[in-house]
């Protein structure tokens, strides 16, 4: 199953790379879709990736945007993010499921 992971507040944290990790085990294949700029400094976000074995191309940039059209157009089942504002948006706007990991701080 593909997956997609928030990264600022999700990913980058230590919980958040332990479930990332659990699912990769499972044989899921991980993305992660952010609204970082591609243009700004990555080099923690690349870091985290290469840990995970996430390809480069299995990230995206959404440059400050809204994350559901690119949800909806990855055409990818779940994303996990700690934003309760992105997840409501995800669930009301996309067939995507939209998980709010309550393990972490919301923004």
Known sequence: M?????FDGTLE???GQQKAQELIDAG????IV????????????????????????????TNGSDKNPVLEALGISTH??????????????????????ETFNDY
């Open 28 to 31: 899921d294949e991980l993305f």
């Open 2 to 6: 593909y997956l997609i992971f928030d």
């Open 34 to 61: 952010t609204a970082r700029n591609k243009d700004s400094e990555n080099l923690d976000l690349y870091e985290i990736a290469a840990n995970l074995n996430i390809p480069e191309h299995n990230i995206v940039f």
């Open 80 to 101: 996990y993010d700690n934003n309760t504002e992105q997840i409501k948006k995800i669930n009301d706007n996309t067939k995507v499921k939209g998980i709010k990991l």
């Open 13 to 15: 944290t230590e919980a």
